[in-house]
């Protein structure tokens, strides 16, 4: 098994070095092509882009430096941040400076190592978030075993089998997506390398690679959404037996925070890669937004604003700092 993995991993690099010497550059759209509205767009985002930065590394600092943070749910929350901090960094800074540029292009290489990259944080996150869920659902269900069942090792293996898990399914997506061939179609409907805008450039037929695409990405989002449902589930059951009205309240906010961002982030790329490749470029740009730029920004918000172990810790070190 591990040797089949190798030969593919070499067959895939000699492919993409291969495509790099042929010196294939892309054109890159952008959300849309009307000059006017392209500096509002570049200070939107950029805006946008800081606003993510700041509140990424602030959290990943924090929960770096307060001891009393250094616990599983933290532990995954930190990967969130430094994942969304990728993330968005994957595409950002390309996007705006296409947006003030005249040349809107990105080299062969360019564009796959941005997919990878994108497909990689991705994928990472969205196990990061089933793991967060399994996590609460240990806190709630089980919290006389919450220290053994979460333990550092647990932790350190669950966070260690969701970048395996990227490491494998992007490199699998990234070589369907190098058997492509483009002829002399270059310009990208999109603001980034995605996958179905790639497909839609390609001069031979696509109906495999995109069957292999939905069935990577349906597993990438059916598999921890069922995971976190029945996590869910089990927990909504369980909180409907504490007889405490502040127990309710408590175990509810406790995740609160994590079912909306799970909302947002599934629910986004459900819709943008669970679909055939002719549904409309633009309802697909409006949604990549959503994921792309929207979501990193909002984690570090939704789960430090509704979260009194973050205030505790920032007012802490404010005061820390002080003196």
Same mark, same amino acid.
């Given at each position: 098994?591990? #040797?089949?993995?190798?030969?593919f ?35 939107? *985002?950029?805006v946008?882009?800081? /606003?993510?930065?700041?509140?990424n ?28 901090? #990728? =993330? ?19 080299? @062969?290489?360019? #564009?796959?190592?941005?997919?990878? *990259?994108?497909? *990689? *944080?991705?994928?990472?996150? $969205? ?6 869920? @399994?996590?609460r ?6 919290? +006389? ?9 647990? #932790? ?17 997506l ?5 058997r ?15 996958? =179905?805008?790639? +497909? ?9 690679i995109?069957?292999? /695409?939905?069935i990577?990405?349906?597993i990438?989002?059916t /598999? ?8 869910y589930?089990?927990?909504? $059951?369980?909180?409907l037996?504490?007889? $405490? ?10 995740? $609160? ?32 937004v959503? =994921? ?32």
């Open positions: 098994m591990l #040797c089949k993995t190798l030969f991993l070499y067959v895939t690099l000699f492919s993409y070095a291969l495509r790099f010497l042929q010196g294939r550059m892309f054109i890159l759209v952008g959300l849309t092509d009307q000059s006017v509205l392209q500096l509002p767009l570049f200070f939107l *985002f950029l946008m882009y800081m /606003v993510t930065v700041m509140g590394l602030s959290l990943i600092i924090l929960i770096g430096l307060s001891s009393h943070l250094h616990t599983a749910m933290y532990f995954f929350l930190f990967n969130l941040s430094f994942i969304d901090l #990728c =993330y968005s960094s994957v595409f950002t800074p390309k996007m705006l400076i296409n947006i003030i540029s005249e040349k809107k292009i990105i080299s @062969y290489m360019g #564009c796959m190592t941005q997919l990878y *990259f994108f497909c *990689f *944080f991705g994928i990472s996150e $969205s196990y990061v978030l089933t793991s967060m869920a @399994y996590d659902y240990v806190a709630i269900c089980n919290p +006389l075993l919450y220290n053994i069942a979460m333990s550092p090792k647990v #932790c350190s293996s669950l966070m260690f089998g969701s970048y395996l898990m990227a490491f494998f399914e992007a490199t699998t990234i070589g369907c997506m190098l492509l061939t483009f002829c002399d179609a270059n310009t990208i409907n999109h603001y980034l390398c995605d996958i =179905y805008p790639l +497909l839609q450039l390609s001069c031979t037929g696509t109906h495999i995109e069957l292999e /695409v939905i990577v990405s349906g990438n989002v /598999v921890p959404s069922l995971t976190i449902f029945i996590s589930g089990l927990i909504l $059951s369980n909180i037996h504490i007889k $405490s009205t502040e127990g309710r309240s408590k175990a509810f906010s406790t995740c $609160s925070s994590h079912i909306i961002a799970v909302s947002l982030f599934f629910g986004s790329s459900a819709f943008v890669y669970l679909k055939p490749s002719s549904v409309s470029a633009d309802d697909g740009k409006i949604s990549s959503f =994921y792309t730029n929207v979501i990193p920004m909002m984690n570090p918000l939704i789960y430090s604003l509704r979260n009194k172990d973050v205030k505790l810790a920032l007012r802490k070190t404010l005061c820390v700092a002080e003196f």
